[in-house]
């Protein structure tokens, strides 16, 4: 079983492949190779995950599998291998399991293109489902290669299906921009991963996870500080956290299916995988660790508050995520404390935010794309199914008591108060604030959305801007749409239970990231904080109903606001920042080597060919044709040869 492990890599790969070269022939059943293919990597993947059960645990449940010999230059001698493990095996699940829901629900979604057209006329679905069984396997490379060097060409592989996902509707300037904006802020990313790997293999002459994770004592705090710090900007890039956040949000012009999968399952877990998967060289590095849990916090609070300002239903789900994996991030930065913990609300968000993300793709489907929850209201009426299972996902995330987010979310404020000093107060103060704003947003987008009046019948009524087109029919996604969400709806309620239960996923993962370490001493005492928790939690959905559940919803956004919402729909500065450090310089940067070249290097050229003309045009007028002028210069040239002999005198 375990020497097939690249068949699971294969299917996607091979679907993606199919789907490209036929071209306008599978128009009509690409959907349907799309789905297979993801569905046979899920169920390879419970077979092997059911094999690496039976391992015998002095092994740690691990296993190389070699493939071929990669990239043989001398020192650097890199196999192509995958490491079939525990850590790798619960994201094998999670990737092939919710994108194989997220497959069959995108039958549904894409069932007709731009203009309308279905069945065999409709030419998107097909070259989308390609893009997403590339996206696929290029994830399935990041998390079972064997050596930093494969992580990063799934790494890279991933970057380039998000981009072409992200700008599936080319036509659209905005998804081109944003697709344009996230490939672009990911590269600055990348380059701290790809810096790392060269100094891995600069100190310990290999990449291979197995040799660099054995030999880290020998690398100098200094090169392992500098190392952990290149591979968290790396994480940051992918995972959408500070400084490097503001791709993430504008990645809501991709289709909505390709949404739940990025900011679910896929993509912005890739750079909590990474701190994790490195977790040898972190626990090593103090400095690095800090560095991680401080990332973290910050940016599951920006993502809060951001939040809190957008009316947008997917771009409040977004920085949701943004949030979220702050959370993740902060939990993989407590070292020992959290590694475990930071991959268990992974888990769990991989289950209720695909859920909301479809959910709310099930809603734009039912209100003609639109994504203004200002123009919802009353919707729970028109849409049952889509609000049960929106309504779990949104319980689960603000960590209502025995659902999924309870207990993962709840377990990292708890490790997070665990800290000594300064720290416990101020992580754990930042986990549990984060919380309750969280749990304010939601539900403001929960009441905006399914409750309160019908704003979009008034809409009707007064005609919309749009025309007719845009009038509001608002109905029930159809049963491929709806039953993904109804099974990620279980998984919102009980996968939380089932992980935590007997520390059953925290001893799973053990082999991979070592024995969680419990503090013995909180800051707040142990029985205190999920009560505490709970409780800012049930805070921020009050305040939420008594700011938004209370009052008239307006159509129009208010412009006269206090200056933090200003800030907050403003993305608190984070465009502004990244234009100002990084665009406008560049831009300047562009400018004046565009001037270099045109007056310059150009400017040299085109300055000797011009003189060259000028005198060769000079000179052709001697080039009469006739006899007698080349005679009287043959005259003139010998009286001047002649003239200079005698004037320096003629040798003896």
Known sequence: MQENAWLLVAFPALGALILLVAGRRANGWGHILGCATVIASFVYGLLLFGSILGFPAETGRVRELHLFSWIPVNA????????????????????????????????????????????????????????????????????????FVTLYLGWEGVGLASYLLIGFWQGRPSAAAAATKAFVMNRVGDVGLALAIFLLFANLGTTQ???????????????????????????????????????????????????????????????????????????????????????????????????????????????????????????????PAGYALGIMHLLTHGFFKAGLFLGAGSVMHGMNDEVDMRKFGGLYRFMPITFATFGLGYLALIGFPFLSGYYSKDAIIEAAFGQEGWRGWVFGGAAMLGAAITAFYMTRLVLMTFFGEKRWEKLNAENAPGGANRAFHPHESPAVMTAPMVVLAIGSVAAGMFFAGGDR??????????????AEHTAIPHAMIPVLTVAFSALGALIAWLVVGRKPVPVERPERVSPIVRAARADLGGNALNNALAVRPTFGLSRGLVTVDRKGVDGAVNGIAGFLGFSSGRLRRLQTGFVRSYALSMLFGGILVIAALMAVGIPT
């Open 76 to 147: 650097l001698q890199v196999d192509f291998g995958l490491r079939i493990d525990p850590l790798s095996m619960v994201f094998v699940l999670l990737i092939t399991g919710v994108g194989a829901l997220i497959h069959i629900y995108s039958i549904g979604y894409m069932s007709h293109d731009q203009e309308g057209r279905t069945g065999r006329d409709n030419t998107e679905r097909r070259r989308f489902f390609a893009y997403l069984n590339l996206f696929v396997a290029a994830m399935l490379i990041l998390v079972l290669g064997n050596s």
């Open 209 to 335: 996870y197995t040799e660099v994770f054995a030999r880290a004592g020998e690398l100098t705090p200094g090169v392992l500080l500098a190392i952990t710090l290149l591979l968290l900007l790396g994480a940051c890039g992918k995972s959408g956290q500070v400084p490097l956040q503001a791709w993430l949000p504008d990645a809501m012009e991709g289709p909505t299916p390709v949404s739940a999968l990025i900011h679910a399952a896929t993509m912005v877990t890739a750079g909590v995988y990474l701190i994790a998967r490195s977790n040898p060289l972190f626990t090593l590095s103090p400095g690095g660790q800090l560095a991680v849990t401080i990332v973290g916090a910050v940016t599951l609070l920006v993502g809060c508050i951001i939040g809190c300002a957008y009316d947008d239903i997917k771009k409040v789900l977004a920085y949701s995520t943004v949030s979220q994996i702050g959370y993740m991030m902060l939990a993989v930065g407590l070292g």
């Open 505 to 518: 996923l925290v001893g799973f993962l053990a082999p991979s990231l070592g024995e969680l370490h419990e």
